[in-house]
């Protein structure tokens, strides 16, 4: 079935620094991508999404590109502040569900220090 | 704009024990679904219901029931509560396309001891 892989974290990071979070996926066809992210004690909240191959999400100047070639959708922040800290989850929904039946992966925790 | 509310927030119970999680939604949404989330494991769905009148079993429905009360809610069912279903469970609302928005409540924290 249709399945979402990311990294492990803690992924621990100062203020400024650069953001990588590597997410991969397993799905036939073009199923559309999405990254949430939680803030302690609360629900997710969509951070951006794509829903065809080559397509840039972008929100808060958090970045991901759909790579359909490496079947990829990395999220990408230039520099980041200590209020990101939080769990980041990727996800995806197959396609012809007709409604939004997420997929999600494991989900990436980030911590920055000031 | 309240959004996706679940009540209550947090709850003991007892293996055995019977409870039902409540949600409901304002923004007029056709689809609404129950995840759980677990270390390690994500969020993963324990059932879904595409519009009003329907309801489906996701990933992981044993042990679960649901009801679609309404267009607004969506409630879900532990029968006989179990260490296995600790968890923290979040309801969530979407429209009826794929590419749209799904709104998640802010969790329910369920201890089974």
């Known amino acids: 079935g249709d399945s979402v892989t990311q990294m492990e974290g803690p992924v621990t990071l100062s203020e400024e620094a650069f953001l990588t979070i590597n997410c991969t996926y397993t799905?036939?066809?073009?199923?559309?991508l999405f990254w949430y992210v939680q803030y302690p004690g609360e629900g997710l909240q969509l951070l951006l999404k794509?829903?065809?191959?080559?397509d840039k999400g972008s929100n808060k100047g958090f970045e991901a590109t759909y790579r359909k070639e490496t079947t990829s959708f990395h999220l990408e922040k230039g520099s980041v502040q200590v209020s990101d800290s939080a769990v980041y989850f990727c996800?995806?929904?197959?396609?012809?569900?007709?409604?939004?039946?997420?997929?999600f992966g494991t989900g990436t925790r980030l911590l920055v220090s000031p | 704009n309240a959004g996706v509310t679940q009540t209550p927030k947090f709850q003991v119970l007892k293996t055995g024990q019977s409870m039902t999680l409540q949600c409901a939604q304002d923004?007029?949404?056709?689809?609404m679904y129950w995840y759980r989330q677990d270390p390690g494991m994500g969020l993963r769905l324990i059932y879904y219901?595409?519009?009003?009148?329907?309801?489906d079993k996701g990933e992981v429905p044993n042990g679960y029931n649901v009801s679609r009360l309404n267009k607004r809610e969506f409630s879900l069912r532990l029968e006989s509560a179990a260490p296995s279903q600790t968890s923290v469970y979040f309801c969530?609302?979407?429209?009826?396309?794929?590419?749209?928005?799904?709104?998640f409540g802010q969790g329910t924290r369920l201890t089974v001891v």
């Open positions: 969530a609302s979407s429209g009826s396309t794929v590419n749209t928005e799904a709104f």
């Open positions: 799905a036939t066809g073009y199923p559309s």
């Open positions: 794509a829903t065809k191959a080559d």
């Open positions: 996800a995806l929904t197959p396609v012809n569900t007709g409604f939004q039946k997420l997929v």
């Open positions: 923004m007029n949404h056709n689809s």
């Open positions: 219901s595409a519009s009003e009148g329907t309801t």
